[in-house]
């Protein structure tokens, strides 16, 4: 069975619907260039309600250490997801200080890329799970939730028994053909269930989670 995770999630019917679909992951994001951004007092309250019924994501990008004493203490989240540019050095550095497992996001375009990620899973407990997403577009100002799919090909240099997320352009109508041609074990969706940027659709969130869950009936 494929894991899912609803990232961006801003409001409680949001929140209750990829619940109630079975999301194993709720994504919180806290950067204010995306239209997920959201006050810490937000990002908390969602978190409390989602604790214990999916695993709580706090995304956040090239974070300070002043930034990560604010949030992490008030959101209490079950992983930190880095989405920037930190290093090896700089993700092994805040697991340690945090005792909070991390999903590292890497934009790739190339099984060269996808090889080179690989050195955020080396032994010490660097990142516990990799996301592997879409570069962002010439000129973007952010480093993620564009709606921008890979090719999903190059995903076979990941070695077997890697732990990781796909994303990148994910949608209802196409995340069964991800998981066939992927066998990914786990799924990542933002934009591909909004009815606008940052507003997220229950709607689609309910149809994004059954279209995982049946991905594999078929074959």
Known sequence: MTDAKICGIK????LEAALAGGANFIGLVLHAKSPRNMPVETAAALAAMARGRAHVVLLLVDPTDERLAEVIPAVAPDFI??????????VMAIRAAYATPIIKAV???TEQEVRSAMVYLKPGKCADLLLFDAKPPE??????????PFDWSI???VPLDTPYLLAGGLTPQNVREAVRLTGAPAVDVSSGVEAAPGEK????IRGFLQAVKTAMETL
């Open 81 to 90: 997801q880095l989405h920037g540019s930190e290093t090896p050095e700089r």
């Open 139 to 148: 000129g973007a100002d952010r480093t993620g939730g564009h709606g921008i």
């Open 107 to 109: 934009g790739v375009r």
């Open 201 to 204: 659709s229950p709607e689609l």
């Open 155 to 157: 995903l076979s240099a």
């Open 11 to 14: 409001t409680s019917e949001a």
